[in-house]
């Protein structure tokens, strides 16, 4: 079984945030001087945690003398209903990349056009509020996130991801913090969970000295070193928003590819309501051409739909992959290249039968929150 580790937890997170608040003195200055006061909410893998964390922070903004009319809290696409009761009134907007209200950020510096949600943008101080996580191809994902693609447009997202001559995969992560970071009086309250999906580390400060602080505690709960690779492995994709679509679902797949033996099979229970997610992604798929030819094509204009279809057949070279979804077999088998199974146990059973009911299984309930390496036995003693 991999999944985070457990670790020495947050006991009362509500006690913790405020400590945090009220030993931060330029935080709380900052929030004494606002006008327009704007939290956002990311993603976070335990909704009530999440929940637990924006009802504290309110309050203790209004403790500190900062008045409810003047703050918003505005949720990302990808984070979890909070429970409004806990936020005593605070209203609660949901950015929508299609239809909210954003701002040109005419000034950028960037390759792609940069527009905002405008509640963020006009504030005059902000807070982002959400868990960091391990990313296979990214490095982390989560509270990283939170300002952009998380409260961009639809278009200003998606610019990022694709026809740019001199990005690369490496440059996203990058690109994001620093967006996030060119704000003034921009503060991160972040954490990261363990196996219980309880707060392992929660801290307060700019977003680079909470990545800073709460990268070294995901490498410590979430890294899992594997010295046998099984058989079979069986991984889910996250669940929601982490496997709304193919495309999405598709950045956890290989995460689990240390854990299994080459020429193994690999189960992935991703649920993909909204199906494939992006045409882009289904175009590179469809042609199946080698995985070399598609990587040949992204050194000229770099496509990370097309990055993440090069990713998936490169996978298919060496594993058997059945996805467990709500996507039509014939898409899943025709366009993707993998096999359909109805049920995780119906795959199960198929893949028995093929290697043998003493193959080995390893089972990652959520590869959104690990990190796996794959070490050598040391055979020395």
Sequence with gaps: MLKPKKSEKVLNPRDEITYLIESNREFVDAAKRAERTCVVLGPSSNRQLSSTLAGTFVEALKAGGVSPNSITILRTRESPEVD???L??????????????????????????LSLNSAFTQADFRIVLGELK????????????????????????LSQLSDRKQAEVSDLYRERVDIASSFKNLFALGFVTDADLSPAKITLGSLQSCLRDLGKVVQDVC????????????????????DETLLTA??????????????????????CPLGHGDTEFYRWCEDHKEPRYLEAR?????NYPGFKAASLLRML??????LVSTIPDHYVQGVFGMRAAPTINSALQTVQRSLGSDSTISVIPDATRVTLARVEPDNSM
């Design 250 to 271: 598709a950045d956890a797949l290989p995460a689990a590819v240390p854990a299994i033996k080459r020429d193994g099979v690999l189960i992935a229970a991703a649920e």
């Design 298 to 302: 992204l050194k000229h204009s770099f």
């Design 134 to 157: 391990p990313h296979f191809f990214l490095g982390y994902s989560g509270l990283c996130d939170i300002v952009f693609p998380g409260l961009a447009s639809q278009d200003s997202a």
């Design 317 to 322: 070279e060496s594993h058997r992959i059945y």
């Design 84 to 86: 409004q009761t806990l």
């Design 88 to 113: 005593d009134n605070v209203g609660v907007v949901l950015h929508n990349p299609v239809s909210s209200t954003v701002v040109p950020m005419n000034d950028s510096k960037y390759d792609f056009p």
């Design 223 to 242: 890294l899992r070193k594997i010295d046998r690779a099984a058989d079979i492995v069986v991984m889910g994709a996250g669940g929601k928003p982490w």
